[in-house]
């Protein structure tokens, strides 16, 4: 039996309901980013607004309503027919999901021990201080991981969460987590050529010295934290033995003219082309994640190729999302744990 309200998936539609007894409401839109602003109809009998639209090629679905009263006052919110949530910086969204998307199992395992600690570490290159933090398990290692967007890496893909629970299953050995924050993150990871020179001559260095390291670092970025981790590691190749880039804003104007409003457009046009045309490149294991339903699509599988053609040993995956820090976090396993693996054997 379809629900009186909510949304589900019905084979190869995605289906809402929004009750409206008394009705208040003069339109209902579905505010998404995979589908647009679709108006729902009204159903005068069932005193209920409907809609039915394609099913994407996406195991999930995140969403706003934008509810319109009769006195025209609109008002965008989370669906309160469907209480599934997914987290993210403007706040939550409705999620739908379809029978057969899987949340990650690590979610739900026991972690390992560790504690978290704070470090401040000037980047004198871009005259700033950052103030990291970083997750140690019990066990003593050398292994670091830095991830761009750290905090919100934590906040909403929970990726302290999966590196304890992976240590603890066994998939990976125990590695230090490091969550760097974004600054000025619209200029730092623009390609910056301060910011890369500050990362990796400056940032790894010290994070090294405090943690007991001599290993090159795995790198962790996702959008533009994507594209500032591979430009930091053209920049100081020594510092990065693996990266592990998810939906990179690796900008081409063939692709992405839609993005030609970003203050930093040229600056990333710019370097990705020249990785692009390369002949050869400094080759770590590299593995690339991006969503089936993402505008970046296109210019991710460029970039892969173009990383191939220069010798890096690199694992392209399309997981089945969009450009969302769920979609980022289900993608974490067993695509980063196999980079892990194949990295630190």
């Keep these: 039996m379809e629900p009186v309200a909510g949304a589900w998936c019905d084979g190869s539609q995605l289906c809402f309901r929004l009750a409206d007894h008394d009705q208040k409401l003069a339109s209902v839109r579905l505010v998404s980013a995979l589908a647009g602003r679709p108006e729902f109809s009204f159903d005068a009998a069932g005193r209920r607004w409907e809609l039915r639209i394609p099913r994407p090629d996406a195991g999930r679905l995140e969403y706003k309503l934008e509810l319109t009263g009769r006195d025209g006052r609109a008002e965008t919110v989370v669906d309160p027919g469907n209480p599934r949530r997914a987290p993210g910086p403007f706040g939550d969204a409705s999620v739908l999901w379809c029978p057969d998307y899987r949340e990650p199992d690590w979610l739900h395992l026991p972690p390992a021990g560790g504690d978290w600690h704070a ?17 140690s398990p019990d066990t003593p290692t050398d292994r670091i ?29 125990p590695f230090h987590l490091v969550l760097l924050p974004a600054g000025s993150r619209n200029e730092w990871y623009a390609a910056s050529p301060a910011y890369g020179k500050g990362l990796g001559s400056e940032v790894l260095p010290k994070l ?20 500032a981790m591979l430009h930091a590691q053209r920049k100081r190749p020594a510092a990065f ?32 082309g020249r990785v692009v045309r390369a002949s050869d490149g400094p080759p770590v294991p590299v593995t690339m994640t991006c969503g089936t339903v993402e505008e970046n699509l296109a210019n991710n599988r ?34 980063l744990t196999s980079l892990m693996q194949r990295v630190w054997p």
């Excluded at 470090?119 to 997750?135: F, G, K, S």
């Excluded at 991981?145 to 050995?173: C, E």
Aim: no cysteine.
């Design 119 to 135: 470090l401040t570490v000037p980047i004198p290159a871009v005259r700033a201080e950052l103030d990291v933090r970083v997750w």
């Design 302 to 335: 460029a970039m892969a190729a173009a990383l191939r053609e220069q010798g890096y040993p690199l694992t392209f995956v399309a997981n089945r999302d969009a450009h969302t820090w769920i979609g980022w976090r289900d993608a974490l396993d067993p695509h």
């Design 145 to 173: 991981v830095v991830a761009h967007d750290g905090p919100d890496y934590q906040q909403y893909a929970s990726l302290g969460r999966y590196a304890a629970a992976s240590i603890a299953a066994g998939r990976v050995p």
């Design 241 to 272: 033995g693996a990266l592990f880039l998810q939906s990179g804003s690796f900008f081409q104007p063939r692709y992405d003219a839609q993005e030609s409003w970003f203050g930093r457009y040229q600056r990333i046009v710019r370097f990705v």
């Design 208 to 227: 090294a010295g405090e943690l007991g390291s001599g290993r090159p670092v795995i790198g962790v970025g996702a959008s533009l934290g994507a594209l």
